[in-house]
């Protein structure tokens, strides 16, 4: 199963059978958002950490087999995956922080409440114009069989009523692909595109909103879709003697945007008597019925690879960051002022300091693990890893050059 369609140097090597002993390499980045300034803040440590390793022109690409992202997540992933014009990725993970700072506000221009409520009365709101142009100027005519290494993008569609994965191996554009999974509900506009096969000439039609809808959190869909790819290549998933023989050779770095799920928000007497805008628009300036299910999402997929991972005693393969515990304009995902987004940057930081946390089994709860360190110590750890992942790679990839000739 190839690690991308196209491969820039010093990139993940096509991924092997399991019996080889090599790694399934992932990273995931779930929506949020402006907040999508937190898992920047801890990609841009991750990359230094290898770059101290590897080199100052190393980028998380060159290591991750698959980058998955949803809605802002899915943008991230785009921009670390993309190709500039040297087939190099487009963005540096310490530039991801710049773009949001740049750009937050006029993706989300602030408004007072009251005109906030008229517009979504009548719309969504925002228009989506500014993020469309600037997702369109930054990615260009690159397509998803383009990016430098796999990329994993779930959309929703309306029409069709089922999730939509997008991945590396598709011809859609890589820039309708990531307005079509940041079209948050309520927030931004549903986006229509087409996509048309070269072979046939036939054509397909695509009526997506945000990827949240499915799969905040795209770590299980990232998961399953490598699954899907090796039982298609007939490559050994399960044995019937000792079960799945693949996923402990998965390494996999999730990376949330905070939520405010334990901030104890709402109460069952507050929401039994809330109507339609009760439900769309809150006192506090959440979206309630919008924020739950992103939350529920992201929460159920975060036990579910855990049992996984734990079950086969390779825990120490999954490292999930994230804050359950936002308050006020930081757990939401369209406050773009100036003093909002650098607390969402010092809440990446402090989310670095954290101790790591693991779901117990028993209660379906986060606790910390204070013998792991902090999740800086975990990410410091994994950048090892992954350094050595390449090189064994490199050298396996020389070894065969030398036997071929």
Same mark, same amino acid.
């Given at each position: 199963?190839?690690?991308?369609?196209q491969?820039?140097?010093g %990139?993940?090597?096509p991924?092997?059978?399991p #019996?080889?002993?090599?790694?399934?390499t992932?990273?995931?980045?779930?929506g949020?958002?402006? $907040?999508g300034? &937190?898992?920047?803040?801890?990609?841009?440590?991750?990359e230094?950490?290898?770059?101290?390793?590897?080199?100052?022109?190393? $980028?998380?690409?060159?290591?991750?087999?698959?980058?998955?992202?949803?809605?802002?997540?899915?943008?991230?992933?785009a921009?670390?995956?993309?190709?500039?014009?040297?087939?190099?990725?487009?963005?540096?993970?310490? @530039?991801?922080n710049k773009?949001?700072?740049e750009?937050?506000? *006029?993706?989300?221009?602030?408004r /007072?409440?009251?005109?906030?409520?008229? &517009?979504?009365?009548?719309?969504?709101?925002?228009?989506?114009?500014?993020?469309? =142009?600037?997702? *369109?100027?930054?990615?260009?005519?690159?397509?998803?069989?383009?990016?430098?290494?796999?990329v994993?993008?779930?959309t929703?569609?309306?029409?069709?009523?089922?999730?939509?994965?997008f991945?590396?191996?598709?011809?859609?554009?890589?820039?309708?692909?990531c307005?079509?999974?940041? #079209?948050?509900?309520?927030?931004?506009?549903a986006?229509?595109?087409?996509? $048309?096969?070269?072979?046939?000439?036939?054509? +397909?039609?695509?009526?997506?909103?945000?990827?949240?809808?499915?799969?905040?959190?795209?770590?299980m869909? !990232?998961?399953?879709q490598?699954?899907?790819?090796?039982?298609?290549?007939?490559?050994?998933?399960?044995?019937?003697?000792?079960?799945?023989?693949?996923?402990?050779?998965?390494?996999?770095? =999730?990376?949330g945007t /905070?939520?405010?799920?334990?901030?104890?928000?709402? !109460?069952?007497?507050?929401?039994?008597?809330?109507? &339609?805008?009760?439900?769309l628009h809150?006192?506090? /300036?959440?979206?309630?019925?919008?924020?739950?299910f992103?939350?529920?999402? #992201?929460?159920?997929?975060d036990?579910?690879?855990?049992?996984?991972?734990?079950?086969?005693r %390779?825990?120490?393969?999954?490292? +999930?960051?994230q804050? @359950?515990?936002l308050?006020? !304009?930081?757990?939401?995902?369209?406050v773009?002022?100036?003093?909002?987004?650098a607390?969402?940057? +010092?809440?990446?930081? $402090?989310?670095?300091?954290r101790?790591? =946390? +693991?779901?117990?089994?028993e209660?379906?709860?986060?606790?910390?693990?204070?013998?792991?360190?902090?999740?800086?110590d975990?990410?410091?750890?994994?950048?090892?890893l992954?350094?050595?992942?390449?090189?064994?790679?490199m050298?396996?990839?020389?070894?065969?050059?030398?036997s071929?000739?």
């Amino acid at each position: 199963m190839a690690g991308s369609s196209q491969q820039l140097g010093g %990139s993940p090597a096509p991924l092997q059978s399991p #019996a080889t002993e090599r790694r399934v390499t992932v990273l995931t980045i779930d929506g949020g958002g402006i $907040r999508g300034l &937190i898992p920047g803040t801890i990609l841009a440590f991750l990359e230094s950490k290898l770059q101290e390793l590897d080199g100052p022109d190393r $980028r998380l690409a060159e290591y991750f087999d698959y980058i998955a992202g949803t809605s802002t997540g899915g943008l991230i992933a785009a921009m670390l995956a993309a190709p500039n014009k040297d087939r190099r990725p487009l963005f540096a993970a310490k @530039d991801i922080n710049k773009f949001y700072t740049e750009n937050g506000p *006029q993706i989300f221009p602030q408004r /007072g409440d009251l005109a906030n409520t008229v &517009i979504e009365l009548k719309g969504t709101k925002y228009d989506g114009k500014f993020l469309h =142009s600037k997702i *369109q100027s930054l990615l260009g005519a690159t397509r998803l069989r383009d990016t430098l290494t796999n990329v994993v993008i779930p959309t929703f569609d309306i029409k069709n009523q089922q999730p939509t994965i997008f991945s590396t191996f598709d011809n859609a554009l890589l820039s309708d692909v990531c307005i079509g999974t940041s #079209a948050a509900p309520t927030y931004l506009p549903a986006h229509f595109f087409q996509t $048309r096969d070269d072979s046939t000439g036939n054509t +397909r039609d695509f009526n997506l909103i945000d990827g949240g809808v499915s799969a905040n959190n795209p770590t299980m869909v !990232t998961i399953n879709q490598i699954s899907r790819k090796m039982m298609v290549s007939k490559e050994e998933v399960y044995d019937p003697s000792s079960g799945p023989t693949c996923y402990d050779k998965f390494l996999v770095v =999730s990376l949330g945007t /905070g939520s405010a799920k334990n901030a104890a928000i709402y !109460t069952a007497k507050e929401a039994a008597g809330w109507g &339609i805008l009760s439900w769309l628009h809150s006192k506090d /300036g959440y979206t309630p019925i919008v924020d739950m299910f992103s939350y529920s999402s #992201a929460a159920l997929v975060d036990l579910n690879v855990s049992i996984l991972f734990q079950a086969l005693r %390779s825990e120490k393969n999954y490292l +999930r960051i994230q804050d @359950d515990s936002l308050n006020g !304009t930081a757990a939401t995902v369209d406050v773009a002022t100036k003093e909002n987004m650098a607390e969402l940057v +010092r809440i990446g930081e $402090r989310m670095l300091a954290r101790t790591v =946390s +693991r779901v117990d089994m028993e209660t379906g709860k986060p606790v910390p693990v204070p013998e792991e360190g902090t999740n800086a110590d975990a990410l410091t750890r994994f950048a090892k890893l992954l350094s050595q992942e390449r090189k064994a790679r490199m050298l396996s990839s020389q070894v065969s050059r030398n036997s071929a000739l």
